[in-house]
């Protein structure tokens, strides 16, 4: 397997899901990018993490109406 | 990411400045560097780790970022714990090349991490100032730390900058905190943690919306209200309408029944003037009523009306004898004053200009008062009787002739009365006539439909009004049902809001479970598989192993031709450090970092046979390859190394120990470039 088939490996299984239980690929990207930075960091407290989810839904829920 | 350059100051066993130009290509990809033991070339290793995340970040420690105390510890590390340092500063810069969307133009850091002292000669951590910076294509980033992990995060960094040390420990079978790395690498956990997340996420929406459920409960009853309002509201301004209407009407009558008024302005002035004659004859007619209400009175005092002539003829009479009567009490009042006077003067002795008074004058004064008193004697005797019916027949006839009772009077006022009665009735005739001949109905149609407007017009503006007091009323009761239905509507966009929120983090959580389930055996696979294909080549009894396997807790097994689990006690120490290093460079490539690769002592333990398989297929375990070697490692690689392996060496450096000075130094050898 090549670098390059690895990298898509992530990819597909995010655009399969988000395919799958349509979900917006943005905000799948956004909700892991917020999970991956308090693992990496493991500063911010989980509470803060929620929050900052609970602010990408919420615009997300704006941007489904809009 | 690919390293480019190092420079620090001051770094462990390191006085002064140092450079390190670490650029590689695809066919140089190799730094070495190598040194006895001591002489600081793990310090290289830790100088990039601690620029990176300010920490040496390995599997034994806790992972998490730099403090005070571990550039304390870089600084003194343990050759001069109780002295102060040289120069109580340090840095490490350190430049980096990231691939970005265009791949000829990569983008450039600078990762700069520097220490300075907060006080002159600091003895402890708290005494110690730590500066961090990233630039990225030369513009600070406002996030360096999330800059970094974006490149490598601090767990994956572990798998890709290790010491030899580390790898016979990765050989072992995994410590719960290695797996949870491994994990984390490999995006299991951070999909694990944010399913967690959500799925509290989703917890406390639920709550949120049941709370705006309660909250926007019923509307039938407002709405029944607002459509009732409404319904009256319009009514009313159905009835306000109508009277404006009306009014307009009305007024549109009245200014043309005006203007109709106004065109007869001749007539209308003849039809005032023969209202205010009508007036005045009217007031005539009630003066007429008066006077001759007087008739009755006149006739109950005609009698002594009639005797009045003789009473003044016998008053004439009486009013004679009563003047001379008066006239001669005069005379005898002022007889009494001359009587009196010279009496006074009798009583005096001397005269007023002081002269005695003689015998002679009062004699002559004397007989001077005899005679005035004789007159007044004369006088009184002859003085008319009083006649007490006098004052009686004056009294009657003053009352008689003041009465108004006064028949000629009655007589006269009614002739007036009469004559200015005829007078106003014919000049009423007159205007009549005139007015006849004018349009004088008409007029006064005119007059009457004006005033009828008028009262209408009065009538319907009341209406109005009334309409419009009860209209705003309404209003003012719509407004308020309104606000509430408004804050109700507000909580059902909460409502609505909440319920897609709900919806998205539902799926969201579906979606995290579904690529959690497949991402950890594709992973897994992947790791299995990259591990193998290095293995193969790694391995001195190809013959023998078959494969590498990796179970669901990251655990991994030599799987022989037989396909029988090869037990990890019956493997070499050697082996065992194979199978580790194909399970890392199988990790780096699943985990999909981009990182170089630094080996540092990592020869000790190999035979022959496993040394030179390294050596033959180190150069395409990764883009970027740091190997750091002890004296002896590097006079190994030396012997047995073939003339292909050093053409990839981009750099050689070698490290020393001054150890008259304590100071490490580290130098290029020439002979590392070909």
Redesign the interface.
Known sequence: MSRSQRNETLADLLKEAAQKFDMPIKLFEEILWEERIHLYLAATSRQSVRRRLREILQEASKNATA | MRLLKLEMKNFGPYKGKVELDLKAKSDKNLLVIWGTNGSGKTHILKAIKWCLYGCDPSLRRQ???GSERDAWEVIYGTYMEDQPPPEPYMYVHLWLEVDSDDPKKPQQYLVKRSVSPRTQTPMNATQIKCDFEVIIDGRPNDSP??AI?ALL???ASQFFMFHGEEIREMSQRHMEQTRKAIE?IL?A???R??KE??R??AH??DIDLDDERRKSGGVDDLLDLKRRLQEKIQSLETECAICKNEIAEKKKQLDSVQMDLAKNEDSRILKSKLDELSQRLQYIKEERKKILARRGDLINDLPSKLILPELIRVLEGKEARHKKREEQRKEISELDGRLQLTKDVLTLERCVCGRPITGVERERIKKECQGIEETISKLQAGLEEEDPTYYEIRETVSTIKSSKMDFEQFKKDLNENALRHDEIEGNIKNLEKKLSESKIEEIRNLVEQRDRLLTEIGKAEQRHENFTIDLETQRKRLEEILKILERKERHDSVKE?LD??YD??T??I???E??LT??SD??RR?IG??ATEIFRKLTNKPEEYDRIEVDDQFNVSVIDKRNNVVHRETLSTGEREVVALSFILGLM??S?KVAPLVLDTFFVHLDESHYGNIVKTLPSFADQIILILTDLEYQNLKERATSSFFKHVAQTWRTMRNQAEFRSTIVPEKEGRD
């Open positions: 992972m998490q970022y730390r999330e992990e995060p601090l767990a984390l995006e956990e951070t999909f943690q944010g997340d959500l509290v996420v406390e929406i809001s897609r929120q998205l983090v799926r969201c579906s979606a995290f579904s690529v497949r991402l594709v992973r992947a598989s990259n490539r699943a999909e």
